[in-house]
């Protein structure tokens, strides 16, 4: 069953013929998951729909959006856009599957609100006008060009994802006139007077994200939406050299009318924009066999996520949850939270697994409870279902296969310290394949992602046998 979008929601074993592997990301919308074609051998990325949208008021224009997005970006087959591979619908909710990219938002980059190297600026928005050259003569118009919707890869690759506002030239738009669709700080003129968005929106989008990326600003400074549509509307950009001396004055005329209030001001093509930025030799093109243009820059390094950042995670609760079991288990607690994160799909589930790594009942106790005030009251039940999975213990129940239990037992602590609660699952399934203790330690090992890891889990080995 696919994620409900409520904490409480488990996540499913399999989307359609997909196996699950993790979540890559949680929103307003749904979730997106990392999943496994087993058929052709590769990662994809699934996302999916939160089924209370879908029931509310509003859930047949969300359905509509989603179907939409299937419909744009699947026209468009480019090495700058994020393909999309399948659709399908699983007890009642829908799901997107597509290319699993590697990298990190643009936006990322900007959390400093420093300009990037000139060169890495350029490439990075010539790739994302490429990809909306080809969705353009495609006929499709994305309407949210953002940084967070421009994901760059560790080799300076460009890829435009989030088409779920695209409009179909050739089709009905999602949205009726009056109704503004976009994120306000990257919306051209024409988005926030309601009116109908075509390419030149893109174009303006374009020219805002340039402007940030040269400058760590946004062209207008506007901090609420009233504001900043007046100023839109009503004033003319800052201008960048003014905000970054080091650009070349000729930067100045291409954002002007990148920039330009009325799109027929505006570039009418995004070949015409690319082309204005060639023409200021800021980086050295060349043609590739295939016959695409190349852009020989060296990428820039993207910036680590902070300690306590996870995809799809709050930060707080997740130092929160480090606090409150560093008292129980010491320096540990950093690496189960970790690993919990990875193994599990919402707020509840997390406290349920990283209390069932407290040896001691009354600690587990007191453990949950802090953590129930922690996310507010809306970890019901969380004593009663973390106290039953406890009641089996830290132990392994019985024997599996030709292990006695004082072995399994062994291998999960030694393995619990790598990779956390779910150590004595691991140990169970592979206590049925393995043929000695080393042979289990050694099927076990494959789980835990470092190497140096691995060398010292394997050094805990007790003396070859089967116990």
Not at 20 to 40: P, T
Not at 221 to 237: I, K
Request: glycine letters at 8%; hydrophobic letters at 40%; proline letters at 6%.
């Amino acid at each position: 069953m696919i994620d409900s979008g409520e904490t409480t929601g488990a996540q499913p074993a399999r989307v359609g013929r997909y196996r699950i592997l993790g979540v890559l990301g949680r929103g307003a919308m749904g979730v997106v998951y990392l999943g496994y074609d087993e058929a052709i051998d590769r990662q994809v990325a699934i996302k999916t729909i939160h089924r209370r949208l879908l029931h509310g008021e509003d859930g047949a224009e969300w359905l509509a959006r989603f179907r939409r997005e299937v419909r744009a970006a699947g026209r468009c087959l480019h090495p700058n856009i994020v393909t999309i591979f399948e659709y399908g619908e699983e007890d009642n909710v829908p799901y997107i599957v597509m290319e699993y990219v590697q990298g990190r938002e643009l936006r990322d980059y900007l959390k400093d609100r420093q300009p990037l190297p000139l060169a890495n600026t350029v490439a990075v928005i010539v790739q994302v006008l490429q990809a909306l050259s080809h969705a353009h003569a495609s006929g499709v118009v994305h309407r949210d060009i953002k940084p967070g919707n421009v994901i760059l890869l560790a080799d300076g690759q460009v890829k435009v994802t989030d088409f779920g506002i695209a409009r179909l030239e050739t089709g009905i738009g999602m949205t009726q006139v009056g109704m503004t669709v976009g994120t306000p700080g990257y919306m051209a003129p024409e988005q926030f007077q309601g009116k109908e968005a075509d390419r030149r929106a893109d174009l303006y989008a374009c020219g805002v994200v340039l402007f940030e990326l040269l400058t760590g600003a946004r062209p207008f400074t506007g901090r609420g939406a009233s504001e900043l549509m007046y100023q839109v509307l009503n004033e003319p950009p800052r201008r960048a050299t003014l905000l970054n001396p080091r650009l070349p004055p000729e930067l100045d005329a291409v954002l002007t009318r990148a920039l330009a209030k009325a799109p027929e001001d505006r570039f009418q093509e995004a070949s015409a924009f690319i082309a204005a930025l060639e023409g200021l030799k800021l980086v050295e093109r060349e043609s590739a066999v295939d016959g695409s243009t190349v852009i020989r820059v060296a990428p820039v390094q993207a910036p680590e996520p902070p300690p306590h950042t996870l995809a799809g995670w709050d930060p707080a609760l997740l130092a929160q949850a480090e606090k409150q079991l560093v008292v129980y288990l010491g320096p540990v607690a950093k690496v189960l939270v970790r690993k919990a994160t990875q193994q599990v799909s919402s707020p509840v589930e997390l406290v349920q697994t990283l209390a069932a790594a407290i040896p001691n009942e009354p600690d587990r106790l007191l453990f949950q409870r802090r953590m129930r005030g922690v996310l507010g009251g809306t970890a019901t039940g969380l004593v009663t279902a973390a106290t039953s999975a406890s009641v089996m213990g830290s132990q392994m129940s019985g024997s599996l296969g030709s292990f006695d239990q004082a072995v399994l037992e062994t291998a999960r602590r030694d393995l619990a310290v790598h990779l956390g609660p779910i150590a004595k699952v691991l140990v169970k399934q592979t206590a049925i394949k393995a043929r000695t203790t080393r042979d289990l330690y050694e099927r076990l090992a494959e789980h835990i992602p470092t190497a140096a890891e691995r060398t010292a889990f394997l050094k805990r080995a007790p003396a070859d046998g089967m116990g």
